[in-house]
């Protein structure tokens, strides 16, 4: 028998009714929905002065009574309401609720994994949104991990001048009282409460301002922030390719008639482990938008910037010019890998046209010397000249036969960037081009609705390595992010560095920069991290010295059936595994303490199996063995790693 969904009216009057109905129910008091499993349910506090939203756990409250309110130019909805009906509705994957008023509707949503609410409107006409309430209650003592955004000192009491950031940061771990309430938090964010994991964001941000974090009160609450719409924007930033916001609106976003607006969501988990596993972002979005996905394919990425076009040994002057890109495509080429990207310095500086390329550089010549050796081009674009004219630089560079782009310094997540966004993941779409994103928002479902939108950065990922200090411990960042951004969705954190130190080591280099931790905790991110586009990005010299290795990776899959968190821990370690078509990869990444892991494999199924684990002395070297089948006992390093690879 199916089970039933539960709607939960308060002052202990409970009752239960068929999924396969649609009938609207007059309710006083409130409503909850519990998820398939009854393991997760969300409330919904019909208080007639304001709304109120918790959560629990298997009967344990996880979010205490929180506000939800939104306020319009039609007035404030989630306060002062006449009545409330409710539909709900079950599938397999989740249990919900609509709960209607007047103008305005608010669903809720409860699957195995967390929980959701949103807003809807059912407006007719031009409105705008003044404000969004959606708190997250919790107690001051509770944990939280939390990434701050860019931070000046003179913002004190002003969060105007941190809405422009790179949501690249590394994670504070604080009690939610001691969150410095000058600064804004991007989202993802964890907090630890009753024993349990709660990972907080959002999902379907689409024609909309994203979601920051404050406490500004110092308690136990995280009050929601965000950037009102632009209203002067210029051109400015980093070689005039950003839009440096001079003044804005009164209002956080402009609407027109009805929509759903984005979803507020907790997934909850019992443990590190499970975190890295949730997949709830994915399940809150919209279906793909794309009819024929068939010509979306993601691959290794051969990549100049972070090696500085280092290439040794060649008789021709190293640059940005075609003999240089000849020679990556030829480098792509022996080792299969899919993609070589044009980054910054391919198009006339300055200019903000990527009409005007510079005279050392023929595109179509290297997009047709690309192709008959199976490698794609991908130019790099800066956000402020790609967005002057989408659709004739994407329909211009789709006819030469590149195959997508790179877009940096969008730094914001207004709504206006947020149309960007969408419009580019659209348009490119119309003429099958891939876009990666950086300088980014952290995912919210955009890859699900247009799955050509294959990688995000919004990451503090290796690029940082060319220039951060001694004292930054890149390594236990390393080993954060799979459980709290990794789980938003795509990361493009641009592994794949050949020259390895150990963090005592470690010096900063800009034009051959290294890593923090060792060569096998290079090659686990390859496993561990979700990228569709991923890249190597070394240079071509350094990965021909060895062969065997640059051949393992460039073989890797960057897209996966199956992913299996089998242990780990937020900032200490994690073991992950993998599956494709026809191998299974574990692959362990780890901190500043080392460990030994214990792998059980089944060596008859598999016609191979190999590893790469860490050298115990030098970080840029490595093991390899081929073994059969039993126990396995692999020993990770402070800043190791390992792969294991089983064939079918």
């Given at each position: ?56 756990h298997c009967g344990v409250e996880v979010v205490a009574p929180s506000r939800l309110s939104m306020t319009t130019s039609r007035g404030t909805w989630g306060v002062g309401y006449d009545k409330a009906r409710v539909k709900y509705r079950q599938t397999d994957e989740y249990n919900s609720a609509v709960v209607k008023f007047d103008g305005y509707a608010l669903e809720l949503r409860a699957y ?537």
């Amino acid at each position: 028998m199916r089970r039933l969904l539960t709607i939960c009216v308060m002052m202990l009057l409970c009752f239960s009714v068929e999924a396969q109905t649609a009938t609207a129910i007059c309710v006083d008091k409130g409503v909850c929905v519990t998820s398939p499993s009854e393991n997760n349910s969300i409330l919904l506090d019909l208080d007639k002065r304001e709304l109120k939203w918790s959560a629990s756990h298997c009967g344990v409250e996880v979010v205490a009574p929180s506000r939800l309110s939104m306020t319009t130019s039609r007035g404030t909805w989630g306060v002062g309401y006449d009545k409330a009906r409710v539909k709900y509705r079950q599938t397999d994957e989740y249990n919900s609720a609509v709960v209607k008023f007047d103008g305005y509707a608010l669903e809720l949503r409860a699957y195995d994994e967390g929980v959701a609410y949103r807003f809807i409107s059912n407006c007719r006409g031009e409105y705008e949104v003044v404000d969004e309430v959606a708190e997250f209650a919790f107690v001051g003592d509770d944990m939280a991990w939390v990434p701050y955004t860019n931070y000046r000192p003179d913002a004190t009491t002003d969060y105007a001048t941190q809405y422009e950031t790179s949501f690249e940061n590394i994670y504070d771990y604080t009690t939610i009282k001691d969150i410095d309430w000058r600064r804004l938090i991007f989202a993802p964010v964890v907090v630890e409460r009753n024993g349990l994991k709660l990972w907080i964001s959002e999902a379907n941000l689409e024609d909309y301002p994203g979601m920051f974090f404050s406490n500004r009160d110092g308690d136990g609450v995280l009050d929601t922030e965000f950037a009102p719409r632009p209203k002067d924007v210029e051109q400015g930033g980093h070689n005039m390719l950003q839009g440096m916001v001079k003044s804005r609106h009164a209002y956080i976003a402009k609407c027109d008639g009805g929509r759903a607006f984005p979803w507020r969501m907790v997934a909850i988990g019992e443990d590190d482990r499970s975190l890295a596993e949730q997949n709830l972002v994915w399940r809150l979005a919209d279906d793909s938008r794309i009819k024929d996905t068939s010509w979306i394919e993601g691959g290794k990425v051969a990549w100049e910037w972070w090696n500085d076009w280092g290439l040794e040994g060649v008789d021709f002057e190293v640059g940005i010019n075609n003999e240089t890109y000849k020679y990556y495509i030829d480098f792509a080429s022996r080792y299969g890998i899919e993609y070589v990207i044009l980054d910054e310095g391919w198009s006339v500086n300055l200019e903000a046209d990527l009409m005007q390329v510079v005279p050392e550089i023929d595109i179509k010549e290297l997009v047709d010397y690309a192709k008959v050796r199976n490698v794609g081009i991908i130019l790099w674009a800066g956000y402020w000249a790609l967005n002057r004219d989408i659709e004739g630089i994407c329909k211009h560079y789709a006819e030469m036969g590149v195959k997508g782009f790179k877009v940096d310094f969008l730094d914001r997540d207004d709504q206006e960037m947020v149309e960007f966004v969408y419009d580019l993941a659209e348009i490119a779409s119309k003429y099958k081009l891939l876009v990666d994103y950086h300088g980014v928002y952290k995912p919210t479902g955009l890859n699900r609705t247009y799955p050509n939108a294959i990688n995000f950065e919004g990451v503090h990922g290796l690029e940082t390595m060319k220039w951060l200090g001694v004292e930054h411990d890149q390594i236990t960042y390393d080993v954060t992010i799979p459980f709290i951004r990794g789980t938003a969705g795509p990361m493009d954190y641009t592994q794949g560095a050949m020259r390895n130190a150990h963090i005592g080591d470690y010096r900063p280099d800009y034009s051959r920069p290294m890593s923090q931790g060792t060569r096998c905790h290079q090659l686990a991110m390859y496993v561990v991290y979700d990228a569709p586009l991923t890249m190597l990005c070394d240079s071509p010299t350094n990965y021909e010295r060895e062969p065997d290795y640059t051949r393992f990776v460039a073989q890797m899959p960057t897209t996966w059936s199956t992913k299996e968190c089998l242990e780990g821990a937020i900032g200490e370690y994690i073991v992950m595994r993998r599956e494709c078509d026809d191998a299974i990869y574990i692959a362990g990444l780890n901190g500043n303490t080392a460990r030994e892991v214990v792998l059980t494999l089944e060596g008859e199924k598999y016609s191979q199996i190999e590893i790469y684990f860490d050298d115990e002395s030098v970080a840029s070297k490595y093991q390899y063995s081929t073994i059969a089948d039993g126990e396995l006992r692999v020993w990770m390093s402070a800043g190791g790693g390992f792969v294991v690879k089983m064939k079918r």
